[in-house]
């Protein structure tokens, strides 16, 4: 089993950063793929990116893409997300995920993931 608590969020203006953190606990941790997905109310999880095992080049949505940069640091155990420029829009939910393995196709689902914390607000204003 895999434990994933997260940590950072809070209330920030627009323009502003925050830095989300996720530790895991549990089962071996290096191998796994991580990422994070943010929910609003009444909408669906959006996928926000992921992090390969390796460390390697993150993949993002979209909508973050070019303000958000996750990393990872196998030795603590914990993955990171750095949100720069906030939006507005940024206001949600942030849930850490994790899972063995993901289909490539797939990525940006949330039933790929095996494994979710319990998520952390964060709030932007404008």
């Known amino acids: 089993q895999v434990q994933l608590l997260e940590s950072g969020g809070g209330l920030v203006q627009a323009g502003g950063s925050l830095r989300l953190s996720c530790a895991a606990s549990?089962?071996?941790?290096?191998?796994?793929?991580m990422g994070w997905f943010r929910q609003t109310p009444g909408k669906e999880r959006e996928f926000v990116g992921v992090?390969?095992?390796?460390?390697?080049?993150?993949y993002y949505a979209d909508s973050v893409k070019g303000r958000f940069i996750m990393s990872r640091d196998i030795a603590k155990n914990t993955v990171y997300l750095e949100m720069n420029n906030l939006k507005p829009e940024d206001t949600a939910v942030y849930y850490c995920?994790?899972?063995?393995?993901?289909?490539?196709?797939?990525?940006?689902?949330?039933?790929?993931?095996?494994?979710w914390g319990q998520g952390t607000q964060v709030t932007v204003s404008s």
């Open positions: 992090i390969s095992w390796s460390g390697g080049s993150p």
């Open positions: 549990g089962r071996t941790f290096s191998r796994m793929f």
């Open positions: 995920v994790a899972s063995y393995q993901i289909r490539s196709a797939l990525q940006r689902e949330a039933d790929e993931y095996e494994y």
